[in-house]
């Protein structure tokens, strides 16, 4: 149980365009959701705290215009990164916590690898 | 100084061999320790989950936490090679559920 699933699994696009990561929760609801971003042989970095319904509240340092998230349902989070730039190439990983269960382990997606050439 | 500091390895160890990965953390507030296992252009594997201060044991892992030295260790009984990948240990104050993560520990079991 508990799973999480991450689309596209990787995506290469031109400088310039906008691109979207779906993360959903397969098998359970989930109220919050959160995106990580992960360069090569680094940890994860909080990048947002995703919530239903409502503004998703950004770490400090990340650019809530650049890294558009959407959280309309209780099993679908989205992460839009607006004008893509070589530089936003990266490992983006969403995770979940069931319903309920706040304060419990979060569940991981597979992660979309982002590539802007 | 980092809030969790987790030695990068890598660390390379024989088939079968008890693997030992620690972490140290300064913040006194956390209460929940996790351990991640990720392979190679993976997200993260919920390996072990436990409370505040204690071990638990989960087949061939065993995690451990001390809070009052402020240390989480995870074993692994008889390495396999199938074992290696990166380790991350995770922790969090609960309520927040914000997860603070170590750098991750890369293991190698060799055949």
């Known amino acids: 149980g508990a799973v999480v699933s991450q689309h596209p699994s990787w995506v290469i696009c031109k400088s310039g365009t906008s691109v979207k990561i ?19 042989k680094q940890s994860l970095m909080l990048m ?16 809530k215009d650049k890294f558009l998230i959407n959280h309309a349902s209780l099993t679908l989070s989205t992460l839009t990164v607006t004008s893509a730039h070589p530089e936003d190439s990266s490992f983006y990983i969403c995770s979940a916590i069931p319903y309920g269960q706040e304060g419990q382990p979060q569940h991981f997606g597979d992660g979309t690898r982002l590539s802007i050439l | 100084q980092k809030e969790v500091e987790q ?54 892992f065993t995690a451990q936490v001390d809070k009052s ?19 991350l240990c995770a922790m969090n104050a609960g309520t927040a559920s ?6 991750g520990t890369r293991l190698q079991v060799t055949l």
Do not use: H
């Open chain 1, 22 to 40: 779906e993360c959903r929760s397969l098998d359970f609801q989930a109220t919050t959701m959160f995106w990580y971003r992960q360069f090569p």
């Open chain 2, 69 to 87: 030295s402020k240390y989480i260790s995870l074993f692994i009984r008889d390495s396999q090679p199938s074992d290696s990948a990166t380790y």
């Open chain 1, 48 to 63: 947002a705290t995703s919530n239903e319904g409502s503004k998703a509240t950004y770490e400090q340092g990340v650019e």
């Open chain 2, 7 to 60: 030695d990068p390895g890598p660390l390379s160890v024989p088939e079968g061999a008890i693997v030992s990965l620690n972490c140290t953390y300064s913040n006194s507030a956390f209460q929940y320790f996790m351990w991640y296992r990720q392979y190679s252009r993976k997200g993260p594997e919920l390996l072990m989950y436990t409370y505040s201060s204690g071990n638990k044991e989960d087949g061939r």
């Open chain 2, 98 to 103: 914000k997860l603070t993560f170590g750098t």
